[in-house]
Nanobody, 121 residues
């Protein structure tokens, strides 16, 4: 099992941008396919975007055209660039997936702390 760590959240005005990052807790792991999720207060966790190890991407309709998920191989992270943010994007954002070490795949079965994104209107 590998632990994934989210970072980059903050407070931003509507229309602004934030960039989130997901990294493995140990730098010796090579991050694999990753999905970003979010959970707003009083709501269920929802899937936001995903990227395969090869780089193919998918997005929820609610963020399509505004969010971009990408891999940064240099930093060994999967990033979520969020533009044109809306108040309804306010949530705790989590990443989930897995990473590789020594030729073996390790999944992240536990949710991390997440990173808070607050969009003021």
């Amino acid at each position: 099992q590998v632990q994934l760590v989210e970072s980059g959240g903050g407070l931003v005005q509507a229309g602004g941008s934030l960039r989130l990052s997901c990294a493995a807790s140990a730098s010796t792991f090579s991050i694999g396919a990753i999905d970003w999720y979010r959970q707003a207060p009083g709501k269920e966790r929802e899937w936001v975007a995903g990227i395969s190890r090869a780089g193919s991407t998918k997005y929820a309709d609610s963020v399509k055209g505004r969010f971009t998920i990408s891999r940064d191989n240099g930093k060994n992270t999967v990033d979520l660039q969020m533009n044109s943010l809306k108040a309804e994007d306010t949530a705790v954002y989590y990443c989930n997936g897995g990473a590789y070490y020594g030729g073996r795949y390790y999944s992240s079965t536990d949710w991390g702390q997440g990173t808070q994104v607050t969009v003021s209107s």
